[in-house]
């Protein structure tokens, strides 16, 4: 297929893939996080789709400072299989870090990233592969139904995606995670956008080329508890909003001149009433409400400066997205 676009030795990340080894045709990234229970389950199903699909490929699993024994069952898996791949974070740096290690590291013609939780169904891959194979450069899964979540999490994933859609200049697919396939170029792309605050899923669509959905039904959690409670899901949200959105900001600019008018505006209805000898704008009781009021929604903007300024100063620094304290399967292997 022309859309495939296998990566050179050259441009492979040097604590990775060996020059000599043929790559894999698919790549599969799963982050964990306390995932011990699950992660049997999760290798036996990605197995049986795969192999029983007759395709090449390598499962990466990235350990993101797991505090129960994640890393002792990986261990064992890539002991009984050397597709199984691991990277050991030296502490946790997020869902979204351990997303981009994953493909930093893999060396597949097309990357899928699935979350270890099996909400996210392996048999999906097929056709995310199916559909690749057809010419999409990206394929996302569309989540047409949610099983076991609650109201709440339906409803503020609702609003997210469909404000987030308006409020930005990306085409950010509505009702999807992070559970896609990239191909080659799309991950090559991806990799040079370095940011510290990520939002893959908006950077896999910022990026453009051809992409696609599959429909699938997203099911509860084979074992565990979340990894996402509400603050978690709210700074989500935030560096989403932030990454690719000026809108926060410019709320600022247009509320500052909605007062101004509607200061005008009270200013001539006040002098009216006092030449025409109303009373009803004596005493302190209205000026208090009103400095109260334009105080809070000054210090409102400035917290929203603050985010977007502490967000240049973590890029200013300069420091590395996540640091690999182990490194399994790889060519140069880190311990």
Do not use: C
């Amino acid at each position: 297929m022309d859309a495939i676009q296998t990566r050179e030795p050259d441009s492979r990340p040097a604590s990775g893939s060996a020059a000599d080894d043929p790559s894999p045709m698919v790549s599969i990234v799963a982050p964990v996080y306390n995932e011990e229970t699950i992660l049997p389950e999760l290798y036996r199903r990605l197995t049986a789709v795969v192999d029983g699909a007759g395709e090449s490929y390598e499962l990466i699993l990235v350990n993101d400072g797991s505090q129960d024994r994640s890393l002792d069952v990986m261990r064992d898996l890539r002991a009984q299989d050397p597709r199984v791949k691991v990277i050991n974070f030296s502490r946790n740096f997020g869902h979204q870090v351990a997303i981009t290690a994953g493909t930093d590291y893999a060396r597949g013609d097309a990357v899928v990233i699935i979350d270890a939780d099996l909400q996210d169904p392996p048999e999906v891959i097929l056709d995310m592969v199916k559909r690749w194979r057809e010419g999409y450069d990206v394929v996302y899964a569309v989540r047409a139904e949610r099983e076991g979540e609650t109201w709440f999490k339906e409803f503020t994933a609702n609003v997210f995606y469909r404000l987030i859609t308006r409020i930005t200049n990306v085409d950010i697919p509505m009702d999807t995670g992070d559970f896609r396939l990239m191909d080659r170029r799309v991950v090559d792309t991806v990799q040079q956008m370095r940011e510290q605050h990520r939002f893959m899923r908006g950077m896999s669509s910022w990026v453009g080329f051809r992409q696609t959905g599959v429909e699938y039904v997203r099911r509860q959690r084979y074992a565990g508890e979340t990894k996402y409670p509400f603050r978690k899901m709210l700074k989500f949200a935030i560096d989403g909003i932030t990454s690719f959105s000026y809108l926060p900001l410019q709320l600022a600019t247009y509320f500052g001149f909605f007062i101004a008018s509607l200061s005008l505006v009270g200013i001539v209805v006040t002098i009216i009433l006092r030449l025409s000898g109303s009373t009803a704008f004596f005493g302190q009781a209205s000026t208090l409400v009103s400095v109260l009021f334009l105080g809070g929604v000054q210090l409102i903007f400035l917290g929203i400066i603050g985010e977007y300024l502490g967000r240049i100063y973590d890029e200013v620094k300069g420091r590395p997205l996540y640091i690999v304290a182990e490194a399994l399967g790889f060519d140069h292997e880190q311990r």
